[in-house]
């Protein structure tokens, strides 16, 4: 059944909580998703490829597209910028193709103020301790900047509140198995069977 439009999901939740391995699991499991892949003004990390991870850019671009008006939403995270491209998700949306978003929460809100039918999803870690864990085992960072990812990770748990649905990390597979189980749910809302409930009126 070919959808007429498809589902914004926004993904959030703080450094650490393995989003990026959740997204790769999820994405190798359903081909009507499209990722979308952000723009950022920070420098790649070791393995990281442009257009793949993000879409590297210079603050200078970054505000020319900022004053144009092509972002969706933007944030300034540790002094980088990160966005998303409007007319990208539009145009797969439009298309019925679904389109995740992977967001924080200052990026999100901004989200829901103009895309209110989207689905918002906050990732958590099991427990703050497997939280520290996970950052300390990725190696990438110094202890000050953990302290302040994990800080940082205080204050967007407040944030979960305004979120529909929340998924606990804890395995891999369990966490994608919640978020499928969300996706399910939302295709089956009435506003988005309304075509085939036309043959019935």
């Known amino acids: ?10 993904l ?4 650490g909580v393995g989003k990026s391995t959740v ?14 892949v952000s723009y950022t003004t920070r420098q790649p990390r070791v393995g990281e490829q442009d257009g793949v991870n993000y879409n590297f850019v210079d603050r ?14 933007y944030a300034e995270y540790v002094d980088n910028y ?3 491209s409007l007319k990208a998700i539009q145009d797969r949306l439009d298309a019925g193709v679904d389109v995740l978003l992977d967001i924080e ?18 990732i958590i870690p099991p427990s703050f301790e497997e939280l520290s864990r996970r950052l300390h085992r990725r190696n990438t960072d110094s202890e000050d900047v953990i302290a302040g990812r994990l800080e940082k990770a205080r204050v967007e748990f407040k944030e979960i ?12 597979a369990g966490a994608v198995e919640e978020i ?14 309304k075509s085939i409930l036309t043959q019935f009126a």
């Open 180 to 193: 499928e189980a969300i996706l399910t749910a939302a295709e089956c809302r009435v506003e988005n069977r």
């Open 161 to 172: 509140p305004n979120y529909d649905y929340l998924v606990i990390n804890d395995k891999v």
């Open 60 to 73: 200078a671009e970054f505000e020319r597209m900022i004053g144009a008006g092509e972002l969706l939403e």
């Open 82 to 84: 990160y966005g998303t």
């Open 1 to 10: 059944m070919k959808r007429e439009k498809g589902q914004l999901i926004v």
């Open 105 to 122: 929460v200052q990026g999100a809100a901004k989200v829901r103020a103009r895309c209110p039918g989207a689905l918002f999803i906050f």
């Open 23 to 36: 997204i790769a699991e999820l994405l190798s499991q359903r081909d009507n998703v499209y990722f979308s």
């Open 12 to 15: 959030s939740g703080p450094s």
